[in-house]
């Protein structure tokens, strides 16, 4: 599918049925919905515990970073207090 959502899912669900081991099939469908939408939440989180998983924790922390300033942008603006 061209749908990152439907990739980030379809991931996370083979990473569990590899009991939650993201490498393989998990990380490519995962760098595909990154390349369809750089800010998805749990591509992002899957590609940082894949990162993690395999000892890159420079390249985890980046992904981390990434779902951060996503998370950030994505917040709705606080209204004022009245």
């Known amino acids: 599918p061209r749908n990152a959502q439907v990739l980030a899912d379809q991931a996370d669900a083979l990473a569990m049925a590899q009991r939650g081991i993201a490498a393989g099939e998990p990380t490519r469908l995962v760098q595909r919905a990154l390349h369809l939408d750089p800010n998805n939440l749990k591509a992002l989180a899957i590609a940082a515990t894949a990162a993690n998983d395999r000892g890159d924790l420079a390249a985890a922390?980046?992904?981390?970073?990434?779902?951060?300033?996503?998370?950030?942008?994505?917040?709705?603006?606080?209204?004022?207090?009245?």
């Open 61 to 82: 922390a980046a992904y981390w970073e990434r779902a951060r300033v996503a998370m950030a942008g994505a917040a709705p603006a606080a209204s004022p207090a009245r």
